[in-house]
């Protein structure tokens, strides 16, 4: 027999679980039910009104973060002029006492060559192709 705890168990675990569907076939009136709660299609049109409607919506947003992105990239470039205007001779003091006699307008060259390269490379790389589509065809 079981313990007055188990019982309990059991009673509250048949009470929970008293409606539940486990009978074969539950997957088609699962289907069925489903297939009866369904919006009625929308026909082409429609279709086409809604896709347009999500395509300029899309692009809002990307206009957004275009803005945003030239925004922050204006503000980086004038933090950058006004650090050079403000610290430029200093640094420059600074990286020809540190560099000294090591400096060499080869390595100086190769170094702006390969980077100018990868990020020439990076861009190609991410402009080739097809575009990426934001909705299916």
């Known amino acids: ?12 675990l048949r009470r929970l679980h008293a409606g539940l569907d486990a009978a074969p076939g539950f997957e088609a009136r699962l289907a069925a039910r ?6 009625p299609a929308a026909s082409p049109a429609q279709q086409r009104a809604r896709a347009d409607a999500l395509r300029r919506e899309c692009e809002a947003a990307l206009r957004g973060r275009l803005w945003n992105t030239l925004g922050a990239a204006l503000a980086l470039a ?3 002029v006004l650090m050079a205007q403000l610290f430029g001779a200093t640094l420059a003091q600074q990286l020809q006492v540190l560099l000294g006699s090591a400096y060499s307008p080869a ?4 170094t702006c060559i390969a980077v100018v390269g990868a990020g020439a490379f990076l861009a ?8 990426p589509r934001l909705l299916p065809a």
């Open 1 to 12: 027999m079981n313990s007055p705890g188990e019982q309990r168990l059991e009673h509250r």
């Open 34 to 39: 489903i297939a009866a709660l369904g919006a």
């Open 78 to 80: 004038l933090g950058a």
């Open 107 to 110: 390595l100086s060259l190769g």
């Open 124 to 131: 190609y790389r991410s402009w080739s192709g097809p575009a």
